[in-house]
Nanobody, 117 residues
Framework: QVQLVESGGGLVQAGGSLRLSCVAS????????MSWYRQAPGKQRELVAQ???????DYAGSVKGRFTISRDNARNTVYLQMNSLKPEDTAVYSC???????????WGQGTQVTVSS
């Protein structure tokens, strides 16, 4: 069973930066896309950023220009560089991997990001 482990969350002041990492316990075959989601208290989970197997990236409008998603296939890792953080970025951030093979999706346990004003 593949496990995804996130790290890099924490408390930061507004305007600061954090870099999240998500490492897979082993190589995942037939990856379609790797993504970061977030869920703030009382809100629905939302897609923050995604990178496909071809390297195409997409971002939520609220983070475009501030966040950058990247991947290191050799390290089975996806990153989320977050700059110019705002209090509204406060949430639990989780990574997700979508595959063409069952079970088709994997989730990490999440890492807390708190941005103080």
């Amino acid at each position: 069973q593949v496990q995804l482990v996130e790290s890099g969350g924490g408390l930061v002041q507004a305007g600061g930066s954090l870099r999240l990492s998500c490492v897979a316990s082993r190589i995942i075959a037939s990856i379609n896309a790797m993504s970061w989601y977030r869920q703030a208290p009382g809100k629905q989970r939302e897609l923050v950023a995604q990178i496909t197997s071809s390297g195409r990236t997409d971002y939520a409008g609220s983070v475009k220009g501030r966040f950058t998603i990247s991947r290191d296939n050799a390290r089975n890792t996806v990153y989320l560089q977050m700059n110019s953080l705002k209090p509204e970025d406060t949430a639990v951030y989780s990574c997700n991997v979508q595959t063409y093979l069952a079970p088709y999706t994997y989730w990490g346990q999440g890492t807390q990001v708190t941005v103080s004003s």
